[in-house]
């Protein structure tokens, strides 16, 4: 059973930066596939970014040229940095990572952007 716990979400003003942390429970290492999704609200989740085991990303067009995915092997951590925010990236953020064939999800972090 592999644990997330994200953070770092909060209220930002368009424009500004954020960087979201996902913590996990086992050595980031060993998933197949980690990444982030997100839940505007009143709206479906919706796919953010995912990163591979060999290292390959990919990135929805809404938030290409905004957004990074990058991990720190050693904190066991996954991060999400959003520069230029607007007010439609308003969501509740979650990381999710595949292991062992089957996924895992965070409970989410909060993002809310003022105009």
């Known amino acids: 059973q592999v644990q997330l716990v994200e953070s770092g979400g909060g209220l930002v003003h368009a424009g500004g930066s954020l960087t979201l942390s996902c913590a996990a429970s086992?050595?980031?290492?060993?998933?197949?596939?980690m990444g982030w999704y997100r839940r505007p609200p009143g709206k479906n989740r919706e796919w953010v970014t995912t990163?591979?085991?060999?290292?390959?990303?990919a990135i929805a067009d809404s938030v290409r040229g905004r957004a990074t995915i990058s991990r720190d092997v050693m904190k066991n951590t996954l991060f999400l940095q959003m520069d230029n925010l607007r007010p439609d990236d308003t969501a509740v953020y979650y990381c999710?990572?595949?292991?062992?064939?089957?996924?895992?999800w965070g409970q989410g972090t909060q993002v809310t952007v003022s105009s």
């Open positions: 999710f990572v595949d292991f062992r064939g089957r996924p895992y």
């Open positions: 086992e050595s980031i290492s060993n998933f197949e596939s």
């Open positions: 990163r591979t085991i060999s290292g390959s990303t």
